[in-house]
Structures are given as structure tokens and as C-alpha cells.
């Protein structure tokens, strides 16, 4: 079993330590993310690497999780692979966000610990997608309302009828 992330760090502090984190946390515990899916079972994995990279305090991550959405055709769950690479460059006010060279998306921090946690819930939130849908094959619920419908179509051919009444 992989270890837990820890929940909340101080950024600029694992910045000088050149921190990496590898792990795990639990779908149930990320509210706003549980909120927009099917349900809470599982876990979100992350690796987080702190450090200067061109001369910029940064965090480069991974986040990746196995989610079941909502499929909008069935409305059954729908099991997706989602999954997001970012790289902050970490700035201490507003003002530092317009020094940063681009390939840094800014990300304000704190003198003090702030939530690690929250940071790759975010990341999920943003990497979901707008709608989700079964691949191919729609639920098996909507295979058999298929099939009934059929069965029905079956059933009401009046010319039918009337050609065994007439033989
Ligand atoms: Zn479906």
C-alpha cells in the first residue's frame, strides 16, 4: 500500500529541501471532488516535487485517479482514467505572477503551512471531464430498455395480425 501524502506543508520550506512526496489520499476525504462524482470509493495518487528550477521556487506534479463520473447517455457510472501534470512557480504576492517566465502557472503561497491535499484536489477538479460517456457499450440497464423496446415494436404490427386472421 502506498503512504499518505501529508496534509498540509510549508511550501517555501520543502522549496529548500528540494522535497519530493509520493503518495495517496483517500477520495472520501476530498469533498468537492466526491461532490462531482458518482461516488467516494478510492484514492487519488500524486507524486509533488518542490525546487528551483530557472531560478523560480516551483512545485511539479502528477495527480492521477481512477473516477467514476456520471455517463450522460446512460446515466450509470462510468469508470475514467484522469490524470493532470502542472508546474507552479511559487510566488509570495500577486505582483511576483507577472515576472514568472511562462511555463510556470503562478501559485500563491503562504510564509506558513498551507494544504498540499487541497492543491491536488484542485488539479482533479480541473481535469475533469465537461461530460462523460461510455466508451462504446451504455449500461446494461439501457441495453435492456433497448431490447424491450424492440420486443414492443415486435408486438404492435397490426398487418401482422391481420394476415393471420385472414390465413
Ligand atoms: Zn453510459
Redesign the pocket.
Not at 455517463?71 to 450509470?76: A, Q
Given at each position: 500500500m502506498q503512504k499518505k501524502l501529508p496534509e498540509r506543508v510549508d511550501f517555501l520550506k520543502q522549496v529548500e529541501r528540494n522535497a519530493s512526496f509520493e503518495g495517496v489520499w483517500p477520495v472520501s476525504g476530498l469533498e468537492r471532488l466526491a461532490e462531482a462524482i458518482c461516488n467516494d470509493r478510492g484514492e487519488v495518487a500524486a507524486r509533488l516535487k518542490f525546487g528551483i528550477r530557472a531560478g523560480t521556487p516551483c512545485l511539479d506534479g502528477h495527480v492521477q485517479a481512477d473516477l467514476e463520473l456520471r455517463?450522460?447517455?446512460?446515466?450509470?457510472q462510468?469508470k475514467q482514467h484522469i490524470e493532470s501534470d502542472f508546474r507552479f512557480g511559487l510566488i509570495t504576492s500577486e505582483d511576483e505572477a507577472d515576472l514568472l517566465p511562462k511555463e510556470f502557472e503562478p501559485l500563491l503561497v503562504s510564509e506558513s503551512e498551507q494544504s498540499l491535499v487541497e492543491l491536488v484536489e484542485d488539479e482533479l477538479l480541473l481535469s475533469l471531464p465537461i461530460v462523460a460517456?461510455?466508451d462504446d457499450?451504455?449500461?446494461e440497464i439501457?441495453q435492456k430498455h433497448k431490447q424491450n423496446d424492440e420486443a414492443q415494436q415486435e408486438t404492435h404490427r397490426p398487418f401482422a395480425a391481420l394476415k393471420d386472421l385472414m390465413g
Open positions: 455517463c450522460e447517455r446512460c446515466l450509470d462510468v460517456r461510455h457499450q451504455c449500461s439501457l
